[in-house]
Nanobody, 121 residues
Framework: VQLQASGGGLVQAGGSLRLSCAAYGSIYRINHMGWYRQAPGKQRELVATITSGGDTNYAGSVKGRFTISRDSAKNTGYLGMNSLNSEDTAVYYC????????????????WGQGTQVTVSS
């Protein structure tokens, strides 16, 4: 299984971006998914998560500005980001808890390769 994150880029403060995380491979089911970010010199931090049932959770710093969603039919997760500011500048990573194989499967977590988001002031 591989996760491919995309959609990052350079945006002005106040702007918006939408990140995508597509999963490929022998996927039986994607359970929960999450987005994390790591700014230079800082530890990786949780941004948002979404369960298989659609329940979401956000870091306080992004609540009300970011929206996590998923399309289970496409094995893809998304992170919509609005009102971006310089503190949102980071490499964004997606993570997925995946049930792999069929009919017998095992569960494992996978990380995407990261996509850079840079917000200019």
């Amino acid at each position: 299984v591989q996760l491919q994150a995309s959609g990052g880029g350079l945006v002005q403060a106040g702007g918006s971006l939408r990140l995508s995380c597509a999963a490929y491979g022998s996927i039986y089911r994607i359970n929960h998914m999450g987005w994390y970010r790591q700014a230079p010199g800082k530890q990786r931090e949780l941004v948002a998560t979404i369960t298989s049932g659609g329940d979401t959770n956000y870091a306080g710093s992004v609540k009300g500005r970011f929206t996590i969603s998923r399309d289970s039919a496409k094995n893809t997760g998304y992170l919509g980001m609005n009102s971006l500011n310089s503190e949102d500048t980071a490499v964004y990573y997606c993570k997925a808890d995946v049930s792999v194989g069929s009919p017998d499967y095992f569960r494992r977590e996978y990380w995407g390769q990261g996509t850079q988001v840079t917000v200019s002031s």
